[in-house]
């Protein structure tokens, strides 16, 4: 299971920390994936963490704007946006990565971060 | 636009069986499993096929897929009207080091 927290509204230039906690699962034992998705559009994915040793990474469009971290005590991963924008407006997804064969499952929720002015 | 091609919907009646194909590159669908996931509106996708031609426990047989060089296929026998939904596939790309999707292709079941 992964639990995400809730909306967030933000103003441009605002930054954003959405969290993702995890459960019946050793969690080191897979990657934490962040995926969003914009309204009525496709899957895009943000990056991934591997929980295990905490390296990352980030999709090019959003390098220097995002930063992934985990929390190992509390099996949780967060996923941290600057500088937000109108067209960060999404819901973000956070799901189990299976390191070797890239498989996303489960998913959470999603968290719905509005950006408006 | 996306790094995976996928139609953008298919539709078929009752029944029938309908296919969605799912096209790479050698840095991605031809090195890489693929995993096709299905969205219904309003909630979070969820895996009906993983490293190419697995389904889990709780997906019925109706549901297959298949991967060849640098493209993939998702089959669906029998459609029902709850299987109206997007499906997008998903796979690693080694030379932009990220995970690349599909743009999804909506099922209509007429």
């Known amino acids: 299971h992964l639990v995400q927290s809730g909306t967030e509204v933000k103003k441009p230039g605002d930054s954003v920390i959405v969290s993702c906690e995890a459960s019946h699962y050793s969690f080191t034992t897979y990657g934490i994936t962040w995926v969003r998705q914009a309204p009525g559009q496709g899957l895009e994915w943000v990056g991934w963490i591997n929980t295990k040793h905490g390296n990352t990474d980030y999709a090019h469009k959003l390098q220097g704007r995002v930063t992934l971290t985990r929390d190992t005590p509390t099996n949780t991963a967060y996923m941290e946006l600057r500088s937000l924008r109108s067209d960060d407006t999404a819901i973000y997804y956070c799901a189990r990565l299976t390191i070797t064969t890239h498989r996303l499952d489960p998913w959470g929720l999603g968290t719905l971060v509005a950006v408006s002015s | 636009q996306s790094v995976l091609t996928q139609p953008p919907s298919v539709s078929a009646a009752p029944g029938q069986k309908v296919t969605i194909s799912c096209s790479g590159t050698?840095?991605?669908?031809?090195?890489?499993?693929v995993t096709w996931y299905q969205q219904v509106p309003g909630t979070a996708p969820k895996v009906v096929i993983y490293?190419?031609?697995q389904r889990p426990s709780e997906i019925p047989d109706r549901f297959s897929g298949s991967k060849s060089g640098t493209s993939a296929t998702l089959g669906i026998a029998g459609l029902q009207t709850g299987d109206e939904a997007h499906f997008y596939c998903?796979?690693?790309?080694?030379?932009?080091?990220?995970?690349?999707f599909g743009g999804g292709t909506k099922l209509t079941v007429l």
């Open positions: 998903g796979t690693w790309d080694s030379s932009l080091n990220s995970v690349v």
């Open positions: 490293e190419n031609d």
């Open positions: 050698n840095s991605n669908i031809g090195s890489h499993y």
